[in-house]
């Protein structure tokens, strides 16, 4: 049917110690690895832009190849505008020959403005950014196929790339350059159906993600009773980002606060199980890919929802 993947931002607050912050999601990574999760990616963000505390993602999914044995690990995303395609290809082609062939790079057009700005780079229009982007993922794909350059990656290294996906435009280049496809969970299935559509009739063949946060309880009414401050915290959040209209009032139940565009699955495992083959029924994917670690959500908490993912809802999911 599909496996499940995880994506973390490493967020916390700005004074916990980044470390501390590595520690943690390492220890969620050796568990995810023992349960059989397949993907493991992280995010990229600067200055502590989303609340993320780790700029070189690369870096951490090499760490933690040489701590696990089986689950593939990378980036969602490296954001290729703020770097050189010569320097990430060369990068990559290092991080995956030392990881073994378990790496999973993503590579992403899109950053904030403050971290553009910390790259002296000048935010562009979408036709632009999109064209910069082809630009550097052609670049990254010759250097890897040139017997010119060293080191010379795995064959596959290719079919083992994703890029993020949040617009029709870059459907369109993930499937004529034939990568896999990374969805965001602020996306509709609507809108999810339309950058497949995109990207299947550019030439895409390759691998698709859809992403949702998701929370697994014992039953409903605990996984909602444990999860609600996290809900309300991250609801509260997207409304000071702009992403929800400053003037909507909060909603009194936690289930309202699931909606979009926070997209959060909550739920005990038949429940869960049932989610994600709804969304798997309006768009087919390959890979669930889920974000189970948020704020007000203790690391007790967050072990124990994703051991309950892989052992009981992923049963039911698989037949």
Known sequence: MFTIGLTDHLEGLKDRPSAEIYSEIANLIHLADDLG?????????????????????????????????????????????LHHPLDIAEQVAVADLLAAGRLAPGFGSGSTPEEFALFDQKETADDERHARFEDAL??????????????QPLADLHARSWLAVNSVGSAKIAGA???????????????????????????????????????????????FKLCEPALRTLWRRFRSEGKIPADTIEPVSPIDLC?????????????????????????????????????????????????????????????
């Not at 992280?42 to 760490?63: D, I, K, Q, R, W």
């Not at 052609?138 to 080191?151: E, H, M, N, V, Y």
């Not at 996306?187 to 698709?208: D, M, V, W």
Request: net charge positive; hydrophobic share 45%.
């Open 177 to 223: 350059l034939n990568f896999n496809m990374l969805f965001s969970h602020l996306r509709t299935p609507e809108q999810y159906q339309q950058y497949r559509a995109a990207y299947l009739t550019a030439g895409g063949t390759r691998k698709i993600a859809a992403n949702r946060p998701v929370f697994v309880g014992r039953d409903d009414a605990t996984a």
């Open 37 to 81: 999760v397949r993907y493991a990616w992280f995010a990229e963000h600067h200055a502590h832009a989303h609340l993320g505390h780790l700029p070189t993602p690369l870096l951490f999914a090499l760490h933690l190849a040489g701590q696990t044995k089986q689950i593939h690990l990378g980036s969602a995303i490296i954001c290729l505008n």
């Open 259 to 319: 909606a979009h565009p926070i997209n959060f699955i909550v739920g005990g495992p038949e429940s869960v199980a049932g989610q994600l083959l709804d969304l798997h029924a309006q768009i087919p994917f390959d890979v669930a890919n889920v974000e189970v670690r948020w704020a007000n959500l203790s690391h007790k908490l967050v072990r124990e929802s994703l051991t309950r993912l892989m052992r009981d809802v992923f049963p039911l999911i698989t037949g």
């Open 138 to 151: 052609r670049k990254i794909l010759d250097t890897w196929q040139s017997p010119q350059s060293l080191p």
